[in-house]
């Protein structure tokens, strides 16, 4: 088969059209040559069809993405790995796909039996067209086109009931970010965690038929409220709640609905008020009562204290590590603490040893300063540390200070006896008495 450049699609399939076939031996066969049943002058002719594009659904009305007070068509909508929901097509998945549409159409007004797709001069546009509600139930219909390479136009009519109580109010929260609390805090809600959120800049987005301005002084009267959904938001334990407005049914004569998702027909995992409220961890501040020892022979751990919290005095040896038990009553909790070692002996001078305190309340943390730390244990390095044993006289003074003081009266005879030496002159003085020296 002859394929002439451009014959493959992206997606390295075959293109709709015709391609010659020309047959040969693939062995010496000089006697013989081969043609193709109905082949023109030796060559035949390979036929690539156009494929069909198959639509999923049908029905009376197809579906709309809601928003504020307007609806507007699906037709190209997508699952989350990509894939168009409302129809199929053949080969390359990523081929380039186009849209063409008319304007809204009233079902009151007209009838689609006589403004087919096909024969409707303004399928042009490019942009899903917008159902607009009014203060009735309104019928639409939309005549439109889906161009796909190598696969035959479909043309369809989509219809659309818009009904006039269900506007949506679409609170959409700020992706990435998230109210942030430590755990045993009090729990803001209703007027304050509303204010919170909106003057915080946590909601991307409010896109309702109520002006901001309108939202905000609901907030600031107490009108319209928020909370963190859970069963008793005073005991929150750490992890990720969602968080909901409330009292909109009191201020807007219940005709809105509340929506957290871009499309309300979107899946609940897509509604972006969910795990926007974060309990972190508390740290707890850990002291040792002392990480240093004086050798004596045996082995030393240092005892650890929890500021705020009372260490009970029974402990449990598990697995090697020591477990205590502090409580708070003012919180009204107990939690246990183990600390672990690092295999150090705890005894000899100089050697290597870590205490690593862990606690199993998984609401609280320990500050990393304190969690793990060094013991010493000081001494000379034969492991004596006792001073030399103090011998006493028996009125009490030690024998050391009796010895430096007879020390001090020896040296000051002989100095005394020095000096009267060099005063006296042995030739003249006869009288027995010593004269100054000269």
């Known amino acids: 088969i002859d394929f002439a450049s451009g014959s493959f699609d992206k997606g390295n399939y075959l293109n709709a059209g015709y391609y010659d076939i020309e047959g040969s031996w693939n062995t010496d066969m000089t006697n013989y040559k081969v043609t193709f049943v109905g082949s023109k002058e030796d060559k035949g002719v390979l036929e690539v069809q156009l494929a069909k594009i198959s639509f999923k659904e049908s029905g009376e009305y197809n579906q ?44 009151d007004n007209n ?32 005549n439109f086109k889906i161009v796909i390479p190598n696969h035959e136009t479909y043309y369809g009519q989509w219809t659309a009931l818009v009904l006039v109580d269900t506007i949506y109010i679409r609170i959409l929260f700020v992706d990435g970010k998230t109210y942030d609390a430590v755990y045993g805090d009090a729990i803001p809600d209703g007027k304050q965690l509303a204010s919170e959120l909106w ?32 069963e008793d938001a005073s005991t929150l334990t750490r992890g990720s709640y969602s968080i909901v407005f409330e009292g909109f049914e ?5 005709k809105y609905q509340v ?22 961890r508390r740290e707890l501040t850990i002291n040792w009562d002392k990480t240093s ?3 004596d022979g045996e082995s030393h751990l240092p005892t650890p204290e929890i500021e705020g919290w009372t260490r009970l005095p029974e402990t449990q040896t598990v697995n090697g590590a020591t477990v205590y038990t502090f409580t708070n009553e003012k919180l009204g909790k107990t939690v246990t603490l183990t600390v672990r070692t690092n295999g150090g002996d705890f005894t000899t001078v100089g050697s290597e040893n870590f205490v690593i305190a862990e606690i199993s309340d998984d609401n609280y943390t320990l500050d990393a300063f304190n969690a793990t730390r060094a013991v010493s244990i000081t001494g000379d390095l034969g492991g004596n540390t006792d001073p030399a044993p103090v011998i006493q006289t028996g009125s009490g003074v030690p024998l050391w200070l ?3 003081v007879a020390v001090a009266l020896f040296v000051a005879v002989i100095a005394l006896i020095v000096v009267l030496t060099k005063r006296r002159n042995p030739n003249t003085d006869t009288d027995g008495f010593y004269d100054p020296a000269e």
């Open 199 to 230: 003057d915080g800049g946590y909601i991307d987005k409010l896109s309702t038929g109520i002006q901001n301005a309108k939202f905000k002084e609901y907030i600031e009267t107490g009108l319209v409220t928020a909370k963190v959904v859970t």
């Open 111 to 142: 009838d689609p039996s006589k403004i087919l797709p096909e024969n409707d001069p303004t399928v042009v546009g490019t942009v899903s067209p917008i159902f607009y509600r009014t203060g009735n139930d309104t019928r639409y219909f939309v």
């Open 64 to 107: 709309v993405i809601e928003q504020d007070d307007r609806l507007t068509m699906s037709l190209g909508a997508t699952d989350d790995d990509g894939k168009y929901v409302n129809f199929t097509f053949a080969g390359y998945e990523d081929a380039d796909i186009e849209f063409y549409f008319s304007n809204p159409y009233s079902l």
């Open 259 to 280: 929506t957290y998702k871009e499309n309300v027909t979107d899946p609940d995992s897509k509604a972006t008020n969910v795990g926007k409220f974060v309990v972190n």
């Open 293 to 295: 020892f004086v050798y």
């Open 250 to 254: 009191n201020v807007e004569d219940g």
């Open 402 to 404: 009796i010895i430096v």
